[in-house]
Structures are given as structure tokens and as C-alpha cells.
């Protein structure tokens, strides 16, 4: 079964913080996506990383960085949270090979920012 | 862009009835995939069926069917003899097959299954 993990179920953070958002997938998948999820807006894809190092940019890229140095990880940034980056964030990852993949997510991290 | 609307935030069904969630989709493109992922409250997503455009043959898995209407662009999602277990987030979602690191997801469609 593939496995997709992040750090943390739940995070509570202050306004201006730095944040870091953990995701690790275990099935050697080489892209991995950071979406947000936002009630009456679905998923909405934030970054997403083909290979190691690197990236490219989604919908809403505005206030987030990634870093991918591991195949098998992908972090999610906040350079310096605001209240409007409250919201659930889910990871993804799948093989590359086509637009039949399955996408495997992880369980979310929700993040209060106050 | 494509686009994929849910036009039923909610929706409720007995159990062991039948239920029909809707989706529509915009886009100019020949060559795509459709999905219906579930979401259970406090769980991962995962994928419930999926189904190539090229394919007239709606997807079937066990009680989950799709009614794809390629000409309409529409893509519901029905569920029959529906469980406790059914009650969830349903989100149908795009992906075409000239850049498939492009998904597009709907608002989803929130599931209650009453006993």
C-alpha cells in the first residue's frame, strides 16, 4: 500500500511565523503536490515537484515555498504565516507516467494561524 | 482552464438507497481523465473510480458506477445500496492528459448516509 504521511494532524501557529509542513511518501512516487483545501472552493494546487530540487508553481504559490532534497520528501513553507493561511493542506504524490495515475494523499494537516 | 463544478454541497440518502452526485466540467480539450475521490471525516482521500474520455464504456467499481456524458460534460458519480460507511466528501476532479500534473477538483459534495 502507498503510504503518504505529514508531520503534523494539526498545528496552531502566530502570525508571522515561520512554518514548516512535512510530507514524506514511501512507494518512490517522483511527483509529490501541495494542495489547499477550502470549504466551497475544493483543492487548489499550491506547488508541485517532478525530481529532487525541483518545483514548479501552482495556482496559488503567493506566501509558500517548497523544498524537495529527498526524493521521498517534500516541505511545504510559510515564510511568515497569515491569518489567511489558515486552512487544510493536504500532500499527493504518484508515479509520473501518465494522466491515468492514481494521486495517493496524505491525511491533511490542518493549520490555525492566529 | 478547465473548470469542475459540484453543484450539490450537500447530500443525504438512506442507507441501502441509491444516490447520484453530480458533476460537470469545462474544457476545450479531447483527451482527459475523470475522478471521483472520497474524503472520509478525518481520514485520507482516496480514489473511488476513474474514467478515460476515450472510453464510451462508463467505469464500474463494485457499487460505485459513473454516468459519463462526454458530449454534456457531465461525469455523476452513483452510489447504490449505500452503508454508514458511504458518508463522506466526494470530490470529482480533471486531469488532462496534455499537462497531467494539472488537476482541477470541484467543491466537493458532502455525503450523509442515514441509518
Known amino acids: 500500500d502507498v503510504k503518504v504521511t505529514q508531520s503534523s494532524r494539526y498545528l496552531v501557529k502566530r502570525t508571522g511565523e515561520k512554518v514548516f509542513l512535512e510530507c514524506v511518501q514511501d512507494?518512490?512516487?517522483?511527483?509529490m503536490f501541495w494542495y489547499r483545501q477550502d470549504p466551497g472552493l475544493g483543492l487548489r494546487l499550491i506547488y508541485f515537484?517532478?525530481?529532487?530540487?525541483?518545483?514548479e508553481k501552482g495556482d496559488i504559490p503567493e506566501g509558500y515555498s517548497v523544498s524537495r532534497e529527498k526524493k521521498e520528501r517534500f516541505s511545504l513553507i510559510l515564510e511568515s504565516a497569515s491569518t489567511n493561511q489558515t486552512s487544510m493542506y493536504l500532500c499527493?504524490?504518484?508515479?509520473?507516467?501518465?494522466?491515468?495515475?492514481?494521486?495517493?494523499f496524505g491525511p491533511g494537516t490542518r493549520l490555525l494561524v492566529l | 482552464a478547465q473548470t469542475v463544478t459540484q453543484s450539490q454541497p450537500e447530500m443525504s440518502v438512506q442507507e441501502a438507497e441509491t444516490v447520484t452526485l453530480s458533476c460537470t466540467y469545462d474544457?476545450?480539450?479531447?483527451?482527459?481523465?475523470l475522478f471521483w475521490y472520497k474524503q472520509p471525516p478525518s481520514r485520507q482521500m482516496i480514489l473511488v473510480i476513474r474514467?478515460?474520455?476515450?472510453?464510451?464504456q462508463n467505469a464500474t467499481e463494485n457499487r460505485f458506477s459513473v454516468n459519463f456524458q462526454k458530449a454534456a460534460k457531465s461525469f455523476s458519480l452513483k452510489i447504490s445500496d449505500s452503508q454508514l460507511g458511504d458518508a463522506a466528501m466526494y470530490f470529482c476532479?480533471?486531469?488532462?492528459?496534455?499537462?497531467?500534473?494539472?488537476?482541477?477538483f470541484g467543491a466537493g459534495t458532502r455525503l450523509t448516509v442515514k441509518p
Open positions: 499527493a504524490s504518484r508515479l509520473p507516467t501518465g494522466a491515468q495515475e492514481t494521486q495517493y
Open positions: 512507494m518512490d512516487h517522483e511527483n
Open positions: 515537484s517532478y525530481d529532487v530540487k525541483m518545483k
Open positions: 474544457t476545450s480539450e479531447s483527451d482527459y481523465y
Open positions: 474514467q478515460e474520455a476515450y472510453k464510451q
Open positions: 476532479a480533471y486531469r488532462s492528459s496534455y499537462n497531467n500534473n494539472d488537476m482541477r
